[in-house]
């Protein structure tokens, strides 16, 4: 297959940068090699029956390439669709699926480093997926959601927690400017993962999850909880169920303590 050259320059780019990314720079150089060669298949060939069955509309190669390795706007706000996976009771060979898995690939090894592109993708619905995912029965997948889930939550992208948080009635010393509407809905976002099983599915990492994942998730636990506590409670005052502190009464030691 001739691949167009803006494209083909446009993918290297991705990969040259997912490779130094994060994610990615510590693994060892065999296996960069072998994802390189997957990821460049991919592109050469990318889920575009998939990716018509999911929006609803004819799409083409090129198209489909830069909506899943280069992303723009637009596009970052089609990813929760992306990779929601199909329907429950699906065919195990269900042509979403692979789109699925590639989309989160991408997302995991890349676009999670592109805070524009994570704005889009929390602003169009992207954490609730994310937290239905959070307990994925393929632990690989599950292990990227949740690594992706705590990139987003990491402070020194993003001020989650506001100097001067709404509930509390004690002004900091240094309060912050005024946030702009976007800031305040991506907050807004996080906290509506109250209404999602992001908490129970979270919890049920506690055991059974992949290596390292009740680490994971705990850590993943605490953030959401000390960023509900500390913008939307009076005081900053919140009480746990009974029920969570008995299930973090008996949380296993991490086996991965940082």
């Not at 999670?112 to 994570?118: E, G, I, P, R, V």
């Amino acid at each position: 297959m001739v691949l167009d050259d803006d494209a083909q320059s446009r993918f290297d780019t991705f990969l040259a940068e997912s490779l130094a990314g994060e994610t990615l720079n510590q693994v060892p150089p065999d296996l960069q090699t072998q994802l390189s060669k997957g990821l460049r298949q991919k592109f050469a060939s990318p889920p575009c029956e998939a990716v018509e069955i999911v929006l609803g509309r004819r799409v083409t190669l090129l198209e489909v390439q830069k909506m899943l390795f280069y992303p723009g706007p637009e596009d970052a706000k089609l990813y929760p669709s992306l990779i929601c996976g199909p329907p429950p009771g699906a065919p195990a060979l269900h042509p979403v699926l692979k789109l699925q898995r590639l989309a989160i690939v991408t997302l995991y090894t890349h676009h999670t480093n592109q805070w524009s592109f994570l704005e889009n993708f929390i602003l169009a619905g992207g954490l609730n997926v994310l937290a239905d995912l959070c307990l994925h029965e393929d632990l690989h997948l599950r292990s990227q959601v949740v690594e992706i889930f705590i990139a987003i939550t990491d402070e020194d992208r993003f001020q989650w927690h506001q100097a001067t948080p709404a509930g509390s009635q004690h002004p900091v010393q240094h309060p912050m400017p005024p946030h702009a509407e976007k800031e305040t809905m991506l907050r807004r976002a996080m906290f509506n993962l109250l209404r999602t099983k992001l908490v129970t599915n979270l919890l049920a990492n506690r055991e059974g999850s992949y290596p390292r994942g009740s680490w994971d998730c705990l850590r993943a636990f605490a953030f959401f909880v000390s960023f509900v506590r500390h913008e939307f409670c009076q005081n900053q005052w919140l009480v746990l169920a009974p029920e969570v502190l008995a299930i973090l009464k008996d949380w296993p030691a991490s086996e991965h303590p940082e």
